[in-house]
């Protein structure tokens, strides 16, 4: 039961920082617009079974009370800052992990609305700047780079915004196999994280029964990476770890391996 309690813990807290780096992306540009409210209602959707918990409550209802009207004023905008600025500290992560959370929530902010701006990518890039020590942490060293390239102008093209946003979308969701593409006759999975439709040993035994197999560690002859609805505790970007990061990272290399979301999986 305690380490139950201990997950549960460190995902509100990780869902915490994802709203304060959402909250932060979308005000990048001093310009709030409506569409990127679907960034914070996309949230709040994720998070809902947490709202009874005391440290969460009260970010929850404000976030309420500042949408009711469908409409967040720079006051507004200023209280919710200043209301997650709190919690910009945790004893449950290391540094670099809460700020590779908060990384992902300004980049979910940022693409909320499915364009990005020269005033967006320079704060994002300060922001970056400012915490230089993620360096090494992926993807971090590569939305870096890349920012560096498309700010030498100072002008955003199509073609750069459209690199850019395919590049935050491969942060924020590299789960993008639709249920009609699996195949896992012959193929071979690796799990990752917890599972919502039982242990790793009945989610194996379900692949088995489709043809498929297991292996443990993530390496090329993996067809797909499976990955639990229920996340981890140690999990650095919330829903997804490690393995997550390796599997984009052999993609981005020619690997044809798949990451597949356990919903998918089982729809």
């Known amino acids: 039961m305690e380490n139950a309690g201990t997950i549960k813990k460190s995902i509100v807290q990780n869902a915490i920082n994802t709203i304060y780096g959402i909250i932060y992306g979308i005000g990048c540009d001093q310009k709030i617009k409506v569409a990127e409210y679907q960034a914070i209602y996309e949230w709040m959707e994720e998070s809902k079974e947490f709202r009874s918990n005391t440290e969460f409550q009260e970010c929850y209802i404000l976030l309420q009370e500042v949408l009711a009207d469908e409409y967040i004023s720079f006051a507004e905008y200023s209280s919710l800052m200043e209301c997650f600025q709190v919690y ?110 039982g242990t790793k040993a009945d989610v194996e035994e379900y692949i088995a029964c489709k043809g498929g197999s297991c292996i443990s560690s993530l390496n090329r002859t993996a067809d797909y990476l499976i990955v639990g609805g229920q996340g981890s505790d140690d999990w650095k970007y919330g829903n997804y770890g490690s393995k997550v990061s390796k599997a984009v990272q052999m993609q981005e290399k020619g690997s044809v391996i798949r990451i597949v979301d356990e919903k998918t999986l089982y729809r």
């Open 88 to 197: 910009k500290s945790s004893s449950l992560f290391s540094d670099s992990t809460l700020s590779m959370q908060i990384l992902k929530g300004i980049v979910r902010g940022i693409e909320a609305d499915r364009e990005v701006n020269t005033e967006e990518v320079q704060e994002l890039y300060k922001w970056m700047e400012a915490n230089a020590g993620l360096k090494g942490n992926y993807p971090f060293d590569k939305i870096f780079t890349t920012l560096e390239n498309v700010l030498e102008n100072n002008i955003i093209d199509q073609e750069e915004e459209k690199l850019l946003l395919e590049m935050f979308c491969q942060f924020t969701n590299p789960e993008t196999v639709s249920c009609s593409e699996i195949d896992l006759n012959g193929k071979v999975c690796c799990l990752t994280g917890n599972f919502s439709n």
